[in-house]
């Protein structure tokens, strides 16, 4: 199961944070620093999974910006860090060549992507075309 | 500053991203565009340009403030309220919250349109959470929307749902959502059955009914409606595998369709078909597969033909073969897709991306329990990994070692591990290492040193961080012992040393829980090393108490250690020091134990009475009732004090004063003290604990007590199987002839695998034969295909420590079964090991041996060979052979068993010399009575004792024998008044005479005077032989001596309780062979000697009487595993009394 997907910078800045079993507003910004700590402690040559406490987390880097998600140990590692990259790559077909920028301006759009591919922890949808679907009928219906 | 923000606007796009930001396709120009110059936007540039938490701080708080407003504001319209949500989940996003803002979300999602709605729901999906009140306020929108015509509305409504819904509002909206089945769109369905799925999660009661529908959702004709049934299946198939088995052809059929790239081609993911949807179906059919022969077969080829399509070198293509090989390993065997799937493995820990590596090393630790072959196969590169820069790899590597680990290389796997630990500092990694190593070390220690040593390491490593279950294991079984007892007192006194040596160093900082064990240790076993005065101990350890690092806990711990440590010395400077230097302290509890030692001091007789050596593991009786406080308490209400209430009373007393008046600061106060005084010492494994705090509530603390000395459910690691005990031997045997050609070991070490050849060998640099002795050392012991045992019954043959003794036995025998199997020479070496004793007394055997011994010169070779199975484990240890030498000797039962039994005449003549055993006369014979023990014995006399239990007393029958041959004139017995019983008649009894080698009796009744669990009654025998002789006795009497059952009717039984006053009520468990309440209740009457004065349902009703005549009900009701007592009396003492006595013989039956 997925516990929480989360987009962070390099800084430390949290983009986007999604928890799929309810955390304290206050652990999760401590969660948070921690996790990209982790993260930022790795180099290249290691591997993208991390055990930290009872869970793991799987993360890649997409220039600045760290994508990180935290699963349970019944969940493959490396089918979710392949969900990371589709995530992204649906992103970038959305936004075509999607940046950290587009992503803090469109908060809500990506949230309701992330919605349609990840629904309590499961990996509920992973077809491009699909994910993409209700969010194109809504901003048609916004354009008109 | 407006000026600034400017700037940074027309600046940051540039910087940070490659083209104009918030353009959505959709929204070229349009909302995205917007946002540039709306708040969101400042409020975001304002972000990104943060360069300190202090800076968000401030920043974070303006704008909810500002939002606060604007929320709030009439004029506010809902398309900006939608802004202001996007601003309101960014402030909590950072870590704020924002809760003003939920019920605007609320709102927003009840009015908005389309895109406004669908943030509405989106904000109230972040904001809340599963249990949140407002969320009520959400259904009828839910509802509405659900209804409405407008299908991106339902499809919102629908993802909402399956996000976050109230259980007990599921009934109005599941019609609506269970009509979305039969919807004529895909996206509907599929939502619909996320939605469902979310139900099952939060209350599968109330989708029972439409499980049918979920079948229809499996055979949709589309492939996301399918794939989101699939969920829902793997959910009720982890529950409950074997009523779905009926599915697996069609799950097969459809991880057919799927691999076989059936599906629409956007379901690919970089050409690979719906690897999600095939992993997700691949652990649906492991879960169906697990030990059913019949369904795995139906698997065989879909899995082969998984196998097979996955070789395209992508990422994703290796996630769906690391599932597919733990489906091959978890389901019924099939040796052909075994073989492909060891080879896929391969692939994975062969690459040279770091990623694969991990996730093989992962695979490999899953499937090596079913074929520990494969960690032969791979074992320079586990070996690699466990000098893997990257802590997770060797992290993940130190797993599968775990798992692999036997009486052969444990020495060197728990050294890793120890590695480990020393350069890690992340908690959770330490504790779960921890917890491993100690549980290894307590399953294979090969001898005691390493044992306690490593346990040392354990304990100072792992810090206050080691879960109590170690130091209270380790702790047990050193008390508890193995089945040697010589053994048992080297292991402590082995421990009692090092743990000196430890507190030798002066500045050394032990953790909490390290000294608490040394404590507890050098208090109990000590004395057991007679070269080092107590004088030293007590000096240690009174520097220890002085120590600023040491907590209260632990002072506590080494208090009691000083207490035992005094108790077996006649004085001591250091103790007398230790109490002048404590009965100041300001630490009351600390002053409490100087006190009590003081005292005890000062009756030395008494105080190793309290404190028995090596008694840690013996039951204590205790008084729950604490009847000995009674006069204490008479005491106390003569003066006038409240009487006592029992805690459930005082609870609901509580509930109705809270209006009136608040309590609390002096509960709290109450329970602190409490808990700093008594319940510490009750925790320990010693038990040792003073019972200062007894005026906690009566039943409480007997259950506490009782608790404490309960075993059940406490793990026994030793008493695990060992890993791959049955290939052990076999294996070692094979390799080690290799190990002596190739010539690459030294005497102690053992040898290589059978995958290395010599020839290999040869050429293989110093770094790699380094790397080499690892991996034989590591991997000795792994099982060979030909695994089957020469003895059939060599699953003993690992070490577990707690049967240590008996497995160096059955070893040997294995052994020497061996040697009259095989031919001589291979066994010819044995000679070196056996000792002496044994050839002397083995005749036959004896011969061969030196036969043996006799043979060609090519022996040493094999002599060699031979050494090698074992010579891990013994490596050259002297004291080991000595061991062995012990337990040889039972080995050869045949021959000398009869050396060791006490011959047949002297047990005759022991015999002899016991008078008569008296018997009770007739007319007492058929009353229920105990068996005649004997209370004391002088030259001339003995007594004997036989309990009768009449309707209306406890008739105690004294028997007096006469041992001499002459006659015993006036013999007088006495009774000595006792405060919790009452002689009826007078307390003495005058024989004028008793004969030569005869027996009188006198019979006494007794009634309990006050109640106690268990009582002494004590008394004396004079009589007048040369001189005047006087002999003492004394009789346990407990409470159940004096309780019968009470036969009343159900009516009577309701118009006592009524009347009666004391109550107490109590929960206790149940263990399954109990099970129902007949079966309670009928343990209690036939143990406890209650009637069963009515069984109505689940509920029973006993009752009994204390003699003379004071009742005690009992009314009894089982749920859920547990029976709940509730006794009442007109005398406060006796239930709880009873309860205890409940609590004992269900947990004993």
Redesign the interface.
């Known amino acids: 199961m997925i516990k929480f997907f989360l987009m962070v910078n390099k800084q430390g800045?949290?983009r986007?944070?999604?928890y799929y079993e309810?955390v304290e507003?206050?652990k999760?910004?401590m969660l948070e620093a921690e996790v990209i700590k982790n993260c930022l402690s790795?180099s290249k040559?290691?591997?993208?999974?991390?055990?930290?406490?009872?869970f793991k987390l799987v993360y890649r880097q997409y220039a600045a910006l760290f994508v990180v998600v935290g699963i349970d140990h019944t969940e493959?590692?490396?089918?979710v860090?392949?969900?990371i990259h589709?995530f992204v790559e649906v992103l970038d077909k959305?936004?075509?060549?999607v940046?950290?920028?587009?992503i803090?301006?469109?908060?809500?759009?990506v949230?309701?992507i992330l919605?349609?591919m990840v629904?309590?922890g499961?990996?509920?949808?992973?077809?491009?075309?699909?994910i993409l679907?209700?969010?194109?009928?809504?901003?048609?219906?916004?354009?008109s | 500053m407006s000026d600034v923000v400017e700037r940074t606007l027309s600046v940051l796009p540039g910087l940070l991203g490659q083209h104009d930001p918030g353009a959505g396709p959709g929204g070229a120009g349009g909302p995205g565009r917007a946002s540039a110059t709306s708040r969101l936007g400042s409020l975001i540039r304002s972000i990104t340009a943060l360069t300190s938490k202090h800076e968000e701080e401030k920043l974070i708080q303006q704008e909810l403030t500002s939002l606060k407003v604007a929320v709030s504001a009439p004029t506010t319209t809902l398309r900006l309220m939608k802004e202001c949500m996007v601003r309101l989940i960014y402030c909590e996003m950072l870590g704020y919250e924002a809760s003003f803002g939920y019920i605007h979300a609320i709102k927003l999602a009840q009015q908005g349109n389309l895109l406004e709605k669908r943030v509405g729901y989106l904000a109230v999906s972040l904001f809340l959470h599963e249990n949140h009140e407002l969320l009520l306020l959400l259904v009828n929108t839910v509802v509405k929307d659900l209804q409405s015509t407008n299908l991106v509305e339902v499809c919102m409504a629908l993802t909402v749902v399956s996000q976050i819904f109230p259980r007990e509002m599921i009934p109005a909206v599941l019609p609506l959502i269970e009509d979305k089945l039969q919807h004529s769109k895909e996206i509907i369905r599929r939502k619909a059955v996320q939605a469902l799925y979310k139900f099952y999660l939060i209350a599968p009661n109330q989708v029972q009914h439409i499980h049918d529908k979920f079948r229809k959702a499996l055979c949709d004709r589309d492939a996301g409606v399918m794939a989101a049934s699939l969920h829902i299946y793997l959910q009720m198939i982890k529950e409950n595998s074997s009523g779905y088995k009926d599915l697996t052809g069609s799950f097969v059929t459809i991880l057919k369709q799927v691999v076989g790239g059936k599906l629409p081609i956007d379901f690919n993911y970089h050409s690979v078909p719906a690897p999600w949807l095939q992993i997700q179906l691949l652990r649906i059919l492991r879960l169906l597969g697990r030990d059913d022969p019949r369904m795995s077969e139906l698997m065989y080829d879909v899995l082969d033909e998984s196998l097979r399509r996955a070789e395209i070198n992508h990422n994703i293509t290796y996630a769906i073969l690391s599932e597919c090989v733990q489906t091959i390993y978890t389901i019924y065997p099939n040796s052909e897709l075994l073989e492909k799937a060891a080879k896929c493995i391969g692939k994975f820990v062969l690459s040279p991306k770091i990623n694969l590596k991990y996730l093989g090393l992962k695979a490999l630790t899953y499937v090596i329990q079913q074929d520990p072959n494969l960690a032969l196969q791979h074992q320079m590169t586990i070996i690699e990994c466990l000098d893997h820069p990257d802590p997770i790899v060797k992290r993940e590597t130190l797993e599968l070692l775990y798992r692999i680990t036997n009486g052969q290389n444990v020495i060197v796997i728990v050294q890793k591990m120890l590695d480990y630990l020393k350069e890690t500092k992340e908690e959770y990694a330490i504790i779960n290492l921890v917890g491993k190593i100690a549980e290894l070390a307590e399953k294979y220690a090969p001898n005691n040193e390493w044992f306690i040593q490593t346990m040392n390491a354990v304990f100072s490593v792992g810090g206050d961080l080691v879960h109590t279950d170690i130091p209270n294991n380790f702790l047990r079984l050193l008390a508890e012992g193995f089945d040697d007892g010589k053994e048992d007192d080297k292991l402590r006194m082995y421990a009692v040393k090092s743990y000196l040596a430890l507190l030798e160093e002066e500045d050394a900082l032990y953790p909490q829980k390290f000294l608490q064990v040394m404590s507890w240790v050098l208090g109990e076993y000590s004395s057991l090393v007679t070269d080092v005065d107590p004088e030293v101990i007590l000096t240690k350890l009174h520097s220890l108490l002085k120590k600023t690092f040491v907590t209260s806990e632990t002072k506590v711990w080494i208090m009691a250690a000083v207490t035992k440590i005094a108790s077996r010395t006649s004085s001591s400077k250091a103790v007398d020091e230790l109490i002048q230097e404590f009965s100041n302290s300001l630490d009351t509890c600390m002053r409490q134990y100087a006190f009590e030692l003081k005292n005890l001091c000062e009756d030395k007789a008494l105080m190793k009475n309290l404190l028995p050596f090596d008694a840690s593991c013996s039951d204590m009786v205790v008084d729950a009732s604490l009847s000995f406080l009674d006069g204490f308490v008479a005491e106390g209400l003569g003066r006038g004090a409240a009487p006592y209430k029992p805690h459930h009373q005082r609870q609901e007393e509580k509930l109705s004063q809270e209006k009136a008046l608040n309590f609390e600061p002096y509960r709290l106060s109450f329970a602190s003290s409490v808990s700093s005084s008594g319940i510490t010492g009750r925790q320990s494994p010693t038990g040792l604990s003073f019972g200062s705090d007894t005026s906690v509530n009566s039943a409480e603390t007997g259950h506490k007590e009782t608790s404490t000395l309960k075993l059940e459910g406490v793990r026994k690691l030793w008493g695990k199987e060992g890993y791959l005990p049955k290939k052990e031997n076999k294996e070692g045997k094979e390799k080690e002839p290799q190990t002596v050609s190739c010539g690459s070991l030294s005497a102690g070490q053992v040898g290589d695998p059978p995958a290395l050849r010599s020839d290999q060998v040869a050429s293989i640099s110093e770094e790699d034969k380094e790397k080499q002795q690892l991996a034989s050392t590591l991997f000795i012991g792994l099982g060979s295909n030909a695994g089957v045992s020469l003895m059939g019954k060599a699953d003993t043959a690992t070490q577990k420590f707690k049967r240590k003794s008996k497995i160096n036995e059955i070893q040997h025998s294995e052994e020497v079964s061996d040697f009259q199997n095989s031919t001589v020479s291979d066994f010819g070496p044995l000679l070196d090991t056996v000792p002496i004793n044994v050839e002397d007394s083995e005749g036959s055997l004896h011969t061969r041996l030196r036969k043996a011994s006799l043979c060609s010169s090519d022996i040493v070779e094999d002599n060699l060979a031979f050494e090698m199975p074992q010579s891990f484990k013994k490596s050259g240890l002297d004291e080991r052979l000595s061991d062995n030498r012990l337990s040889q000797s039972s080995l050869f039962a045949d021959s000398n068993i009869e050396i060791f039994q006490p011959s047949p005449s002297a047990q005759c003549e022991s015999a002899s010399k016991t008078p008569l055993v008296p018997s009770l006369p007739e007319e007492l014979e058929e009353l229920t009575h105990s068996e005649v023990v004997e209370l004391c014995q002088s030259d001339a006399l003995a007594l004997y004792l036989c309990k009768v239990w009449t309707d209306d007393s406890l008739l105690l029958t004294v028997f007096v024998s006469n041992k001499t041959t002459a006659v015993l004139n006036a013999v007088n017995l006495v009774f000595e008044e006792a405060e919790h019983f009452q002689i009826l008649e007078s307390p003495s009894h005058q024989f004028p005479v008793i004969e030569a080698k005869s027996v009188e009796r006198c019979q006494k009744c007794v009634w309990m005077g006050k109640i106690c669990s268990q009582g002494f009654l004590s008394g004396s025998v004079n009589y007048q032989s040369e001189m005047e002789m006087h002999l003492d006795f004394s009789i346990t009497l407990s409470l159940m001596d004096f309780i019968r059952p009470m036969e009343m009717t159900t009516e009577d039984f309701g118009k006592l309780w009524l009347s009666l006053s004391n109550d107490v009520k109590q929960n206790i468990k149940m263990s399954s062979s109990q099970g129902s309440l007949s079966a309670a209740l009928n343990t209690l009457q036939q143990k406890l000697k209650l009637h069963i004065v009515d069984v109505i349902g689940n509920e029973g009703i006993l009752a009994c009487q204390l003699l003379p005549s004071v009742p005690c009900l009992l009314h009894c009701r089982t749920h859920s595993g547990m029976l709940a007592l509730w006794f009442r009396s007109p005398c406060s003492a006796l239930p709880d009394g009873l309860l205890y006595q409940c609590q004992k013989v269900m947990e004993e039956s």
Request: charged share 35%; with cysteine; glycine share 0%.
């Open positions: 800045q949290t986007l944070s999604r309810h507003i206050k999760r910004t790795r040559d290691q591997c993208s999974f991390i055990e930290y406490k009872d493959n590692e490396m089918a860090y392949e969900l589709n959305y936004f075509s060549r940046s950290e920028l587009d803090m301006f469109n908060l809500d759009r949230h309701i919605d349609e629904l309590n499961c990996i509920v949808e992973t077809n491009r075309n699909r679907a209700p969010l194109l009928v809504l901003d048609k219906v916004a354009e």
